[in-house]
């Protein structure tokens, strides 16, 4: 059986993680928030306005991708489920998944040779939706990582620029 | 890179206090997340996710220098106290000879 899914744990505990940044950097600028609004009460300019956004920019980005993670995952939990559904009937047929591509397992076989190609195709048929899929999640997900690491290069300009 | 308008009580004990917090957060922060090895099981996609950690931890740490320049700006206009990693004032005198590590 094939199909990598990847570890699905490092990848929920990753997105976890982000989100749990993103809460973090949240309640930061609450705090930079709140001592700005009282010192701006004593007549104090607000001189922490720059940063609060940045971070603020920053905790958006983390929570989105750590939410993309997590959907991901699940998608890849369930493309396996859905992969490893399809076992018995490989077995039965002495068929395997290579790749993306269900094949005849090498050797001979007992199976009705017509019997043993209708079910293949019958099982790449399922094996395609599944792939599908999954591909059109890692496109999502690569997009977005580029959008969002894009974002997150200008705010480290940002950042180090004064900007 | 400090812009900062270090008037007069801008350097108010409490925005002292949550920006030190909030420089050594975003720090740790950046350590943090390079800790993680995620397996996506597509190497495209691998490669984007790695690209994005690696970004990530250094805009965690653009934000830890930019909150440290502004702790320096505005300590720097405060005399007598400057603010240490855990948040409290120190009794040093003059220029913000800040806490914690210089990056």
Not at chain 2, 32 to 39: G, I, K, R
């Amino acid at each position: 059986m094939s199909l990598s899914a990847g570890d699905a744990g490092s990848t929920s505990a990753l997105g976890g993680a982000l989100r749990t940044q993103a809460g973090r950097l949240a309640d930061l600028v609450v705090e930079l928030d709140t001592a700005a609004r009282r010192a701006g009460r004593a007549g104090s300019p607000d001189c922490t306005d720059r940063e609060r956004d940045l971070v603020t920019r920053a905790a958006t980005e983390l929570d989105r991708v750590g939410g993309l993670l997590q959907s991901w995952t699940t998608t890849s939990v369930e493309s396996a489920a859905r992969v490893r559904a399809l076992e018995p009937a490989l077995i039965r047929c002495d068929l395997v998944i290579d790749g993306h591509l269900v094949v005849e397992r090498s050797g001979p076989s007992r199976v009705e040779p017509a019997e043993r190609l209708a079910e293949r195709e019958r099982l790449q048929e399922l094996l395609n939706r599944v792939t599908a899929v999954r591909s059109r999640e890692q496109a999502r997900l690569r997009r977005e990582l580029e959008t969002s690491g894009t974002t997150l290069a200008g705010l480290s300009d940002r950042a180090r620029s004064g900007a | 890179m400090t812009d900062g308008s270090p008037g007069a009580g801008a350097a108010d004990p409490a925005i002292l206090r949550a920006l030190t917090t909030a420089r050594s957060a975003t720090r740790a922060m950046s350590d943090e997340l390079l800790t993680h090895l995620p397996d996506l099981g597509d190497l495209p996609t691998q490669r984007a996710l790695d690209a994005w950690v690696e970004q990530a931890a250094d805009t965690l740490r653009a934000l830890s220098e930019a909150l440290e320049e502004r702790l320096l700006d505005l300590g720097s206009t405060r005399t007598g106290q400057h603010a240490l990693d855990d948040g409290s004032l120190s009794g040093a005198t003059g220029s913000a000879s800040r806490a914690g590590d210089h990056r």
